[in-house]
């Protein structure tokens, strides 16, 4: 029996039924599309809001960073050109005061160095790796070039002195950002480091993510130039070190944006993305930042949104189905029905529909298009709610902003005004709105500055740049502005945007850098840089008009006794009582400027006669020649002043400069205390000692400079024990030059470190051969310059070499002079320690001519000492050098120091020295300094002895 539906629920017998089952229908699809759109209208508003959100932290970020790294790099350049910093002779502790004081000013710096030009710490702040070679970390090699900011790296050193990050994951990550030091001749000095602890990144990053609330959960994350992680999350670093996402390859491409992308975790993530284009002059480090949020949490307002139009839909559908059927059954009532409804959707009740009739009549057309009305209305309602979002979040940034900000229309009359800018200028909204900004104008800048600002707007639409304005009470400031034009959908100007940052503590800051590049710490005078700057302008201005200037170049004799017996505090505290005095005596007659060290120039522009510039230098001469008072010590110094005059001993700066400072020697070498003018003679000696330099320097490349040996016997038998290394100079046109002529030059200019080092490795590179060779003891003695104790690292050379040679140190013999010993530095004492526990020989030479003192025979390993030849040459049994002869050899007997007399050329006196007890001896009466071939025949003709001595026997 087939089974047939009652009619009034059956579509094919009920106009009721079909109606109510095709309405269902189209309402269900109708539903779902709706909830589709919805959600995907919503989504892409959101994508779009909040990729631009996030894309726009990215550039904040990155613009942060970039500007803090121009900032320091600046600070660290500025720094590098400093005379404290440049100058050599300026005590290390004094540098490193300076450098402590930035990193004060900066609390980010998490140390600041300087090495010297070979890569080794001269000084740290706290001290720290001080005397540590970094001669191949990228920041020296990098910053000695130029200045230089190298990549985010791991300190593990550092790690362990340094308190750990407040921010920072990891233990410590710094930035190196380095300058050279260059002296006045741009030669490198030394490269200035500061260690930026990463940390700072993570300061950066709460600073920016601070104004955008806790409802911001957003992971920032910085990434270096080839994509590795610099700055995230620790579950980030553990995922991986570096990432290819295209979010880093849309960034390398543009500027900024956003991008929906699968991270390596496989969660899908909207990514908001800025790169590094560098700040002023600093081009950046090529990093780039990404903001990211997972998509799910992104887009969960429109997924929820469209959850709930589908609900709300089929809800109104539930209800709508029975009041289609009531409606079906009453066809007399359509029109009260759709205008009930109507009428409840007026009345609030949106949830309500309006029901859809099928057909063409009036009544089906009018419920059309009231319900196509209604959901019209209701699109435009959700619009409106997501715009007044946009509009309350630009709102927020607009009055929470640090940044000054004034908006203006196309008349440039103010419309709106920030609270910064109320802070910055005194000005509340209500005394702008309506101005023009020429309100803060401070007048400082000409029509032709504003004119050529308004032409690059109109050109660009932008201009930014520094600027003078007024604020309320009067006081002008400086400030960094960034003016904008805004255009409307005509491309006509709408409206002007102003954002501006005070700059009035960076200005000042410069100011007082600017002040410390151009003079003198200690001193507050001008110093070297600036007076350079002086000469140069007064030389151009006598030239043009046909007048005199002079250059005074001023030296304290005999500073360098108080500062070393004094101390370093006390002598700086003399030369600014000094300093006092010279300011106090030149006044306006000059511009005074500190050298360097101990010594002061002075400049007279406009010099009448040389009875002038004279008189000023007998004033100063005289006001340093009062005694001093410091600190409850009562001393004299007085001065040696050179004078050189434009354009009579000098056209040039150079010239002058170099003219004077040869006329200051020359006073300072005929006694001191004098006064003296520059003339050619001068000139001459000067330029034949600078001769003399400049070819010992290329004697150095060029293989002219050589060893010979002298040997040294022993006394009672005449057997050679030994030889000393003598240094000779074959000069290829003016032949032999003396040692004595050329040594003194070598020390002076530094360059004794190199020859030192050289005739080190050659002799006992010598040595080495003759033991292998002749299979005798010989020891080899070679001389070592105090200058070598005070520059290098003696102990680590001497070491380095007999590692090297392979040599037995017991058979090195270094030779000192007294003058190494009578200084206060401990280190040497110390070097001479660990020199003599390597089994290395000490000899003191010269023994008897300088400040001889018992005390530091009794305190140092000397081994042995060589009583000098003024002392051996005359040397008779009875005569008057036989005393202080005996007594030597009886004082070194007491002590158990070995004895060698020197210049010996007569079998009497080498007979008589023998019975006094003296065991050694070396000079002419054996063997002038010999070749290393002729002393090869000696230790032949020694072999030849022993074998026939071990016969007879």
Not at 91 to 112: C, D, H, T, V
Not at 605 to 629: C, H, K, N, W
Not at 661 to 670: G, Q, S
């Amino acid at each position: 029996m087939p089974f047939h539906l009652p009619g009034l629920i059956n579509p094919s017998a009920s106009f009721r039924a079909r109606l109510v089952i095709v309405v269902g229908l189209i309402s269900l699809v109708t539903i779902l599309l709706l909830s589709w759109l919805v959600s995907t209208i919503a989504a892409s508003q959101v994508r779009k809001d909040k990729g631009t959100l996030m894309a726009e932290v990215a550039h904040q970020m990155m613009e942060t960073l970039d500007r803090g790294i121009f900032e320091r790099q600046r600070e660290i350049a500025i720094i590098a050109s400093m005379d404290v910093i440049r100058d050599p002779r300026t005590p290390l502790a004094q540098k490193r005061k300076q450098l402590e004081q930035l990193q004060a000013s900066y609390q980010n710096y998490a140390w600041i160095g300087i090495a010297d030009a070979k890569g080794d710490i001269l000084v740290g702040t706290g001290g720290l790796l001080e005397g540590k070679s970094v001669a191949q970390r990228s920041w020296f090699v990098n910053g000695a070039k130029g200045p230089a900011v190298g990549d985010v790296h791991d300190a593990f050193l550092l790690a362990k002195l340094l308190p750990r990050p407040l921010y920072d994951y990891l233990p410590l990550r710094l930035l190196d950002i380095s300058a050279p030091i260059l002296d006045e001749h741009g030669r490198l000095l030394g490269v200035i480091c500061g260690h930026l602890s990463w940390d700072w990144s993570f300061q950066v990053r709460n600073e920016i993510l601070e104004p955008l609330g806790q409802d911001f959960k957003a992971d920032i994350l910085v990434l270096g130039r080839e994509n590795q992680l610099l700055m995230g999350t620790p579950k980030l670093h553990r995922l991986a070190r570096d990432f290819s996402l295209p979010s880093t390859e849309a960034a390398a491409a543009s500027r900024q944006g956003f991008v929906v992308e699968t991270w390596p975790d496989g969660v899908d993530y909207l990514t908001g993305y800025a790169a590094s284009h560098g700040y002023a002059n600093y081009k950046g480090l090529g990093w780039k930042v990404l903001v990211r949020q997972e998509a799910d949490r992104a887009f969960d307002t429109a997924t929820g949104l469209g959850l709930a139009t589908f609900m709300v839909g089929m809800f109104i559908g539930g209800l709508f189905l029975p009041v289609l059927w009531i409606v079906a059954g009453h066809l007399t009532r359509p029109m009260r029905s759709i205008a009930s409804v109507a009428d409840r959707i007026r009345s609030g009740h949106e949830e309500e529909h309006i029901p859809v009739y099928p057909g063409d009549d009036e009544i089906a057309v009018l419920s059309q298009s009231l319900a196509q009305l209604v959901d019209n209305m209701e699109t435009q309602k959700h619009q409106l709610i997501e715009n007044n979002q946009d509009l309350q979040l630009a709102a927020q940034v607009f009055a929470s902003s640090t940044e000054g900000i004034l908006i203006a229309d196309a008349d440039l009359r103010i419309l709106s005004v920030n609270q910064a800018f109320s802070s910055i200028t005194g000005y509340s909204p209500e005394e702008v709105i309506g101005q023009t900004p020429s309100l803060l104008a401070s007048g400082k800048h000409n029509a032709a500055f504003y004119q050529a600002m308004w032409s690059a707007i109109h050109k660009t639409g932008r201009w930014q740049g520094e600027i003078y304005n007024r604020r309320k009470d009067g006081s002008v400031y400086p400030e960094w502005l960034i003016i904008t034009s805004v255009r409307d959908a005509a491309g006509r100007i709408s409206n002007y945007i102003g954002i501006f940052t005070d700059i009035s503590e960076r200005k000042t800051t410069e100011e007082r850098i600017l002040h410390l590049a151009k003079h003198d710490v200690l001193t507050d005078l001008p110093n070297r840089v600036f007076f350079l700057e002086e000469v140069e302008q007064a030389i151009a201005q006598a030239q043009a008009g046909n007048r005199k200037a002079a250059v005074l170049f001023v030296d304290l004799d005999r500073f360098k006794n108080i500062n070393d017996s004094l101390g370093h505090h006390l002598g700086d505290l003399l030369l600014k009582e000094a300093a006092r005095r010279f300011d106090g005596v030149v006044g306006k007659a000059g511009f005074l400027a500190r050298w360097g060290g101990d010594e002061f120039v002075v400049l007279i522009r406009d010099l009448s006669t040389e009875e002038q510039v004279m008189a000023l230098g007998y004033r100063i001469s005289q006001a340093l020649g009062e005694p001093f008072d410091i600190a409850g010590h009562h001393l004299s110094i007085t001065s040696s002043i050179g004078i050189a005059i434009y354009p009579d001993h000098g056209t040039d700066l150079i010239t002058l400069i170099r003219n004077a400072d040869t006329a200051m020697f020359h006073a300072k070498a005929h006694g001191r205390d004098n006064i003296a003018f520059f003339t050619q003679d001068m000139n001459e000696r000067a330029n034949e000692r600078l001769r003399l330099e400049n070819d010992l320097r290329r004697a150095i490349g060029q293989n002219q400079l050589y060893l010979v040996y002298q040997p040294q016997v022993e006394l009672a038998t005449g057997r050679l024990v030994g030889v000393e290394a003598l240094l000779r100079w074959q000069h290829p046109e003016l032949g032999p030059i003396a040692p004595d002529k050329f040594i003194p030059v070598a020390e002076d200019t530094g360059l004794i470190e190199a020859i030192g080092e050289w005739a080190l490795r050659t002799a006992c590179r010598q040595q080495r051969q003759w033991e292998l060779h002749y299979d005798l003891p010989l020891r080899m003695a070679v001389n070592l310059s105090p200058v070598q104790f005070q520059q290098s690292e003696i102990v680590a050379l001497v070491h380095e070499v007999i590692a090297e040679t392979g040599m037995n140190p017991e058979y090195l013999e270094l030779e000192i002079t007294e003058g190494v010993l009578l200084g206060s530095d401990e280190q040497i004492k110390i070097d001479l320690c660990q020199l003599s526990l390597s089994g290395i020989q000490i000899a003191l030479d010269d023994f008897g001519t300088g400040y001889s003192s018992l005390r530091y025979l009794s305190q140092l390993d000397i081994h042995k000492l060589k009583i000098d030849r003024t002392f051996i040459h005359n040397l008779t049994e009875g005569g008057p050098n036989a005393s202080i002869v005996a007594a030597i050899i009886a004082m070194a007997q007491n002590l158990g120091i070995t004895l060698l007399a020197e210049g010996i050329e007569t079998p009497e006196v080498a007979d008589l020295l023998a019975r006094m007890g003296c065991q050694e001896g070396q000079g002419y009466l054996y063997h002038r300094p010999l070749p290393a071939a002729e002393i090869e025949s000696l230790l032949a003709e020694e072999i030849t002895k022993h074998t026939l001595s071990k016969l007879m026997k």
